[in-house]
């Protein structure tokens, strides 16, 4: 049972027949030969004028664009209206914004460096208390794609912030989690428990752990966790949260040579703006190397077919 969802998980490891079943290619993302690369140093022309620019020796390390095909835009404050018993709808106010993390086309996450990392994750907690000051704002989910596989359609690595009025489900069923668990703090525990059990500790240092969960519903899922109980992002010290993204590279570069190249999604869980409600922040990372099918889609239960210490032990050797 994964307890921040409240949702069960099916471990059902002999369904993997193949370690083959195991492993995604991740498709190159469509780019289209006749447009140069909107990300790139040198075109900077072709993006809006970026909202954010983070230099280094005179060129630009991360840059943060608004999306030029917004999912979410605008002030209009949340106004629900009923067109019918069962027509229900607002617009779509908020915020969709690009956060190019390096000026290197060919680059990911994984191969960062300590100082690009830092950048990035104080580009993204800079994003996030932007977002924050925005009444109609009332959260925001920051997501990494790489491949397409994962949703990236373009090949230049970047990451997204979506900010949006109103609190999605998944978060809401979070919330619901943290509210439930009896202990002072539902992913507090969970930390000192995994670390105490051991063998799905994937990374471990002063600042942060990253385990495969004992409720993992896909094979090499990890769950990024600070040890410093903040709800928000934005209260976090800097070196807490650069900690978070070195630990990310550094469990993406293990999963990469672990498995070799896999679409994977990171998405950062944080509390809703301006709610006092319990939460702990952290990452998710979800390789894509098995398909959600019609049972997981119909009943909202994952089947994995790897059990998350074993993922764990292939990660650890890698
Ligand atoms: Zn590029
Ligand atoms: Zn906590
Ligand atoms: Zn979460």
Known sequence: MNPLT??????????????????SRPEPTIADATQPCPFCPGNEEATPPALETYDRGGQWTVRVLPN???????????????????????????IHEV???????????AELDDKQV?????????????????????????????????????????AQLLGIPFVPGEIADEEAGFGRFGGPCLLCTTLEAEEDAGHRVVHA???????????????????????DHQAHIVDTSPRDITAVGRAIRDVLAKLHSCIGPTS???????????????????????????????????????????????????????
């Not at 956060?99 to 680059?107: D, I, Y």
């Not at 509390?271 to 959600?292: C, E, K, L, N, Y």
Request: hydrophobic residues 45%; aromatic residues 10%; contains cysteine.
């Open 205 to 227: 240092d002063e600042r942060v752990v990253v385990i495969c969960p004992f409720w993992a519903g896909i094979p090499y899922e990890m769950l990024v966790l600070p040890r």
């Open 264 to 318: 994977y999604n990171v998405v950062f869980h944080t509390a809703p703006h301006r709610s006092a409600a319990p939460f702990h922040w952290h990452a998710h990372i979800w390789p894509r190397v098995t398909s959600i099918a019609g049972f997981e889609q119909g009943t909202g239960v994952l089947i994995n077919i790897l059990a998350p210490e074993l993922a764990a032990t292939h990660l650890a050797v890698s």
């Open 6 to 23: 409240g949702r069960w998980v099916a471990v059902a490891t002999d369904r993997a027949a193949r370690p083959s079943d195991l492993v």
């Open 99 to 109: 956060l190019v993390f390096t000026p290197e086309h060919k680059a990911s996450f």
């Open 68 to 94: 030029r095909y917004p999912a979410f835009d605008g002030d209009e404050v949340l106004h629900v209206s009923h067109l019918g018993p069962v027509f229900t709808e607002a617009m779509g106010s908020g």
């Open 118 to 158: 830092a950048v990035t994750m104080a580009a993204l907690r800079d994003r996030l208390e932007a977002h924050s000051r925005r009444p109609v704002v009332r959260y925001t989910q920051a997501i990494l794609n790489h491949g397409r596989d994962a949703g990236a359609s373009l090949e230049h690595p970047h």
